[in-house]
Structure formats: structure tokens, C-alpha cells
């Protein structure tokens, strides 16, 4: 009897399957999808921000009560499309108050109180670059 006779065939194993998928490549798969739908969300959600600051710097300094009036329009449009209609009927201090209320540091009472009137008294004491810095940085920082 000769040994080879003996020897069985070797069997190879299956083919290794695509599927189902280890855990790294869904969690590739999840993050290619994930990532650029939050970058398009995060994008979204603040344009309306870069748009009120490029409002902003398009506004002019040579008419200090037309600078002031357009600074004052552009904070209550930005509040009304934040908060809706509930800050619509504030003027003066009230006003002031409110958008003071929406950030961490008051930027109107203290220095710019004269900002609640300015509308009706044309002739005031503000600089309007000021008014133009504390309107940026309640933009870029207020909450709702």
C-alpha cells in the first residue's frame, strides 16, 4: 500500500466576503456622510449673522443721525428675526435694556444710553464708530 494513497485533498477555505462590513468602514461611512451635512448646516445657521455684519460695515459714518438711525434699524431687524415679535414695540430704554438682556455684558446702558433717543434727538454726543462696534459685538454675540 503506498502512503500517498492515504493523503486526502487539501480543502481551501471560502472566499472572504465584502459583507457584512467591519465596524471601522461604517464608521467611515458614517462620518462621509455626517461631516458634510454638518458643514452645511453650521454654514446655513449663521449667514443670517454674516449678512447683518456686512450690512453693518456698508453703513457710512459721514451723517452721524443717519449712521445712528441705520445702526439702530439693523439691531431691530436682527432682533425681530431672532426673537419674533415680542421686542417689535420696544424704543428708548426698554429697548436697550432688551438687547442688553440677550448678551453676557451690557453693551448699551451704561456708555450709550443716550442710543434710546438718538432717533428723536438728532443732535447728541455719540460717536457713531462707537455705536457701529457695540452693533457688531451684539451681533456676533447675543443669545436666544
Not at 50 to 62: D, T, V, Y
Not at 102 to 109: G, P, S, W
Not at 123 to 128: A, I, Y
Amino acid at each position: 500500500m503506498n502512503p500517498l494513497d492515504q493523503l486526502k485533498d487539501i480543502h481551501l477555505p471560502t472566499d472572504v466576503s465584502l459583507w457584512p462590513l467591519a465596524w471601522p468602514w461604517w464608521l467611515l461611512i458614517i462620518l462621509m456622510v455626517l461631516l458634510p451635512a454638518l458643514a452645511v448646516y453650521f454654514s446655513r445657521k449663521n449667514r443670517w449673522r454674516k449678512q447683518a455684519l456686512q450690512q453693518l460695515n456698508q453703513i457710512e459714518i459721514i451723517d452721524k443721525n443717519i449712521c445712528i438711525q441705520q445702526c439702530n434699524r439693523l439691531l431691530k431687524q436682527v432682533a425681530l428675526y431672532r426673537f419674533g415679535q415680542s421686542c417689535a414695540s420696544l424704543s428708548g430704554e426698554p429697548w436697550l435694556s432688551f438687547l442688553d438682556s440677550k448678551v453676557k455684558h451690557a453693551l448699551f446702558m451704561p456708555e450709550h444710553l443716550e442710543f434710546a433717543s438718538a432717533v428723536d434727538q438728532p443732535d447728541s454726543s455719540l460717536d457713531p464708530q462707537s455705536i457701529k462696534r457695540a452693533v457688531a459685538t451684539w451681533i456676533r454675540k447675543h443669545r436666544c
